[in-house]
């Protein structure tokens, strides 16, 4: 009579899992987990063994993972809605640049004229105005701009106090000229300037306790800071 427990692989299921898996293993196929023998390995040391596998039925597996791919799939989804959104945002931001470049808006988003002094079209509709990104470009650029006017008022600031100190020297060149020249002169004639010299001498130290209080503080050119 056939015995077939005599063949090794149908007698030892492992020894076949093994055979098994060492001939695929060419292919990239990987044996299965040794569940039984951790189960009879934990058996033997007293320990608790691991929980036998839940299996699925074909339909509730398939059920769940058609609910996962859906949820993979509308996240998928989502992220591209967000990309597009943040590439519409950019163009935005763009076009604002280029459109404040052009001088066909302002800084704030409003069109300007031509050099005609014609009205431009208008470079944002309303319905793109609303986006973040419009927003986002008119804050960065309106701060820009305001710093931009305050390095200017600053720049004006100091060339002018710079203009009336050199002035002001000429001033007292010609002030010292009249003093040296006054001295060549009759004692008569050197009275009467020195009374118009007093009065100009009164007007140059009122424009120099003008020009200190005025003086702007230096700017970033001159290795300070404002």
Known sequence: MLQPSIHPLIRDYEAAQD???????????????????AI??????GRTPPANRRHVRPA???????????KAAAAV?????????RENEAEDVLAFA????AETMDETG??????????QPVSFPP?????RGFA?????????????????????????????VTELADIKRADQAILDIARLLPKGLRTKVAQARRALTARIMVLERTTSARKPEPGPRDGRSQ
């Open 19 to 37: 055979s098994v898996g060492e001939w695929f293993s060419e292919i990239g196929l990987v044996r299965g987990e040794r569940r039984k023998q």
């Open 40 to 45: 009879r390995e934990a058996l033997q040391d």
């Open 60 to 70: 509730n597996w398939r059920a769940q993972e058609e609910l996962r791919l859906a």
């Open 77 to 85: 989804e989502t992220r591209k809605r967000a990309v597009a959104e």
């Open 98 to 101: 280029d459109g404040v470049a």
């Open 110 to 119: 409003q069109p300007l004229p031509d050099k005609a002094g014609e009205s």
């Open 127 to 131: 319905q793109r105005k609303a986006g």
């Open 136 to 164: 986002w470009a008119r804050k960065a650029f309106s701060v820009i701009f305001e710093r931009l006017r305050k390095r200017a008022r600053q720049d004006a600031e100091r060339t002018a106090a710079a203009r009336i």
